[in-house]
């Protein structure tokens, strides 16, 4: 079956510091990856939605100078959080998809800790 | 405004019986519906989805059923296995623009030995 992998799982970092997350996806081309974040006991939230060579699209209330989407090929996105704050802290869950047609595949998530 | 809605944020089946699991969408634009399995910790799983031209897909032991009137899909699982012990997001989106998903607020499944 289809395989995201993301990484790092787990961060730890003091407040100010950048965080980077990288989105790939293994066995197949992922024309769109999406950026959520989930807190807890809540739903998924979308991000943004990124396509391989282009800006991202941010959704409302997502501040894109925070959070830096790169997509710079079809096996990987990464995902900056920039100064982060306590405030940032959440689980941020990347997905790809192969075309529009196909279901998105989700990484395994990373559980920021800002401290 | 939630367009996805999960009502039951948990439910418990004693093994082998059936495990229902509903979602109610507003927006009628939806055409596509997947659900997801995510255990703690992991991004969910993709189980089986819809399309709007259908009201029924059977995969082995799950079955996705879809009232396009109501606006309601239901997830069934059976016989539930402690395995399947888990959260269950439903997630929509519509055909046209970029396709993304929005998700329901999950449901709590146990699955009792």
């Known amino acids: 079956g289809a395989v995201v992998s993301q990484h790092p799982s787990w961060v730890i970092c003091k407040s100010g510091t950048s965080v980077k997350i990288e989105c790939r996806s293994l066995d197949f081309q992922a024309t769109t990856m999406f950026w959520y974040r989930q807190f807890p006991k809540q739903s998924l939230m979308l991000m943004a939605t990124?396509?391989?060579?282009?800006?991202?699209?941010?959704e409302q209330g997502v501040e894109k100078d925070k959070f830096l989407i790169n997509h710079a090929s079809l096996t990987l996105s990464t995902l900056t959080v920039t100064s982060a704050h306590p405030e940032d802290s959440s689980f941020y869950i990347c997905?790809?998809?192969?075309?529009?047609?196909?279901?998105?595949?989700f990484g395994d998530g990373t559980r920021l800790s800002i401290l | 405004d939630q367009q996805v809605k999960q009502n039951s944020p948990s439910l418990s089946v004693q093994e082998g019986r059936i495990s229902i699991l509903n979602c109610d969408y507003t927006n009628s634009m939806f055409d596509y519906f997947l659900w997801y399995k995510k255990y703690p910790a992991e991004g969910p799983t993709f189980l089986i989805s819809?399309?709007?031209?259908?009201d029924k897909n059977e995969d082995g032991r799950f079955t996705v059923f879809l009232n396009k009137s109501a606006k309601h899909l239901s997830l069934h699982i059976v016989p539930s296995q402690p395995g399947d012990s888990a959260v269950y997001f439903c997630a929509t989106r519509m055909d046209t623009g970029r396709r993304a998903l929005t998700f329901g607020s999950g449901t709590r499944l146990q699955v009792q030995p």
């Open positions: 990124s396509n391989e060579g282009s800006k991202a699209t941010y």
């Open positions: 819809i399309s709007s031209i259908k």
């Open positions: 997905s790809a998809r192969r075309d529009t047609n196909q279901p998105q595949h």
